[in-house]
């Protein structure tokens, strides 16, 4: 089981980019960089009397002004293809939530006779063009009636089920959360989801916010990030569950 510091609940699920890939990002910027360092250098020595070009450092010339500039060109015009692909093939993660029936059974889930409850699933969904894989996932729970919501801390899935079961809610019964390898999120344009959890009345009236943050990486290196609150809405007056 892992644990990570909680922190402020946040205000907003906004997707986030929270880090680069090295070799795709890093090192065009930084080959651009050097190029310049060496276009200032260069032109500082042409500048200068030929008396001044014999002394030691003002004699050492780095590159020809031509390929020189050649060699920037192409630097600079990786740095703005590489940044205009990263953005076209930007993952863009959603969810959706809906009252439904069918993954939950027993008393837990208020089901009748024939054991199917009615509950509150969730889903996830890659908007973007391109496939995004996840990366990782981490779950923070805050529970009814809670002090402190702030110090609850990030943790995996089976951190996550162990708070859920001490609370005593029933896996299957009440809650049912996938677990998930690297797995691909392709961006089909459907908005077909990928089911993240199944709760129950009961889990709704017990539980006040299941936030889940999810990391994707996509097809350059990048890795996003969103939060969610897979509760959100479910205790809306103007959206009640329908009847079981």
Partial sequence: MTVRPGGPIPASDAQ??????????TAPIVLLCLLTGVLGWEIVRANMTEQARTDWPWRLQ????????????????????????ARTVRPMLG???????????????????????????????????YTAVIERYDFRLVLAGESAPESTPWTDLPGAVATLTGAGLVAGEDFRIPLFGDFPLVGTGTYETVTMGSF???FVDEVDAFHVR????DTVGDSHERIMNLLKGARSTGYPPPAS
């Fill in 95 to 129: 969810w959706r939530a809906d009252w439904t029936t069918g993954r939950l059974t027993g008393s837990g889930s208020g089901s009748g006779n024939d054991g199917n409850g009615v509950e509150w699933r969730a889903g996830v969904y890659n908007g973007g063009q």
């Fill in 16 to 25: 986030r980019r929270v880090r680069r890939s090295p070799l795709l990002y």
């Fill in 214 to 217: 999810m990391r994707v990486v």
């Fill in 200 to 202: 129950s009345r009961r």
């Fill in 62 to 85: 780095l590159l020809d002004m031509e390929p020189l500039g050649s060699l920037l060109a192409v630097a600079a015009a990786a740095v703005l293809a590489r940044a205009q692909y």
